[in-house]
């Protein structure tokens, strides 16, 4: 059974101390200041912490609402590289907020073994990679369903994107958004792979759901 832990993503914080501000610039925060903050609200909410590339100390960021700030993110546990993007939601002063966006499939994802049979497209074709394995994204969005149902309720549409299959691995990170029919919000959904057996074809994840709706 997929494990169930729901929290709040994307990661909003407040945080203080930037560094000195001038008229013309702004303040400013350290390429690896960022990082790390962002680092420590992913570690907190999902129990994994990733290694972030935004820079260096020597890299000053002009702190404004709405700048986004690109970055990788790399598993421990893997290896795998996402694209990670920060957003400085709020800035007030000397305080600011961000929002932290992974992305749902690593740039350095095991490639799938084509098959030649066309009838097994809708079934979960074996990775090339002996610790992976790929599974329909029906099935994928179905499971995810079922995770957030105890919190949410059953019924509530789940949208896993337009790729026909999903890449699963200890560590992977994928996005759903969950469409609550009761009120048409829209919530992101961060999805952390826990555990995979490749032999029996099963995973376990844990399934985060953003507090905030994406259309509020």
């Known amino acids: 059974m997929p494990s169930r832990k729901l929290a709040a993503l994307p990661?909003?914080?407040?945080?203080?101390?930037?560094?000195a501000c001038t008229a013309e610039a702004g303040?400013?925060?350290s390429g690896g200041e960022l990082a790390d903050l962002a680092a420590d609200a992913l570690e907190k909410q999902t129990g994994s912490r990733p290694d972030l590339d935004c820079g260096g100390d020597d890299d000053s960021i002009i702190v404004s609402e709405g700048k986004e700030v690109d970055c990788v993110a790399t598993s421990t546990e893997t290896g795998?590289?996402?694209d990670a993007t920060i957003t400085f939601t709020s800035v007030e002063g000397r305080d600011y907020e961000i929002s932290v966006e992974v992305a749902s499939e690593p740039n350095n994802a095991p490639s799938e073994a084509p098959t030649s049979d066309p009838a097994e497209a809708g079934t979960s074709a074996p990775?090339?990679?002996?610790?992976?394995i790929v599974v329909p994204a029906p099935d994928f969005a179905a499971a995810v369903a079922d995770a957030v149902a105890a919190e949410w309720g059953a019924g509530n549409d789940i949208d896993c994107g337009d790729a026909s299959t999903r890449t699963l691995y200890e560590g992977a990170i994928h996005s759903?958004?969950?469409?609550?029919?009761?009120t048409d919000a829209e919530y992101g959904i961060t999805i952390t792979v826990t555990s995979i057996d490749v032999e029996a074809g099963t995973f376990n994840f844990e399934a985060v759901v953003d507090e905030t709706p994406l259309n509020r």
């Open 27 to 29: 303040p400013t925060v």
């Open 176 to 182: 759903c958004v969950l469409l609550d029919v009761s």
């Open 80 to 82: 795998a590289e996402y």
């Open 11 to 19: 990661f909003v914080l407040a945080f203080l101390g930037l560094a």
């Open 127 to 132: 990775a090339a990679d002996a610790n992976s």
